[in-house]
């Protein structure tokens, strides 16, 4: 139980404040807090989880993942924070536009502001760091990592459901834009 204490303490320091807000009033000076989700990686296949693991060696089971998704009147910006990954190690992470589930590519597309319309999206024009939210991380030897990102939008509603993490540094060389290998972890985000 620290762990998640500290882990969602850790993960609202990662996603500091973008800007005020407006979300009651023109006055307001409060940035408003979007969902947070934490806890641990469990196997796939077996249930129903708010994160999955598809490679336990990378993603071991018990490994913990903390996301929080902070929201101001200039756009949205996401954090991710993991624990106990294997260590030393560089991943790709984005937000995916549909729930994990037991199966890695269950969790869709990349969520993209501006949606391409060719399918798999390669192009650099809509697979962007701008255009989509790419988390990727760091580990440190015992694989631990946080990485967080700011866009100058807002998730539609319904359209954002989960953070994945792939197995390497996310491309930006047109035909292979936005790519980070094999989905190897999968965490329920309920984006806003």
Not at 49 to 61: G, I, L, M, S, Y
Not at 80 to 98: D, E, F, I, M, P
Not at 113 to 133: T, W
Request: charged letters at 20%; one cysteine or more; hydrophobic letters at 30%.
């Amino acid at each position: 139980m620290p762990f998640l204490v500290s882990a969602v303490a850790a993960s609202l320091a990662v996603v500091a404040p973008l800007s005020t807000t407006s979300s009651t009033s023109s006055t307001s000076t409060t940035p408003r807090h979007g969902p947070g989700v934490h806890g641990q990686f469990e196997a796939a296949g077996t249930g129903t989880h708010r994160a999955v693991t598809f490679d336990k060696k990378a993603v071991p089971e018990k490994s913990r993942v903390a996301v929080v998704e902070r929201k101001g009147k200039d756009g949205t910006r996401v954090g991710l924070r993991v624990r106990g990954l294997q260590g030393s190690r560089t991943y790709g992470a984005h937000v995916h536009q549909k729930p994990c589930g037991n199966a890695p590519d269950d969790s869709g597309a990349h969520y993209q502001n501006v949606k391409d319309p060719k399918s798999p999206s390669v192009d650099p024009k809509y697979a962007n760091a701008q255009n989509e939210v790419w988390l990727d991380f760091t580990t440190d030897k015992r694989g631990n990592g946080r990485s967080a990102d700011t866009v100058k939008w807002r998730f539609r509603a319904g359209e954002a459901r989960s953070v994945v993490i792939h197995e390497h540094a996310t491309e930006t060389a047109p035909g292979k834009a936005g790519t980070a290998g094999a989905r190897l972890a999968c965490v329920n985000v309920p984006f806003d």
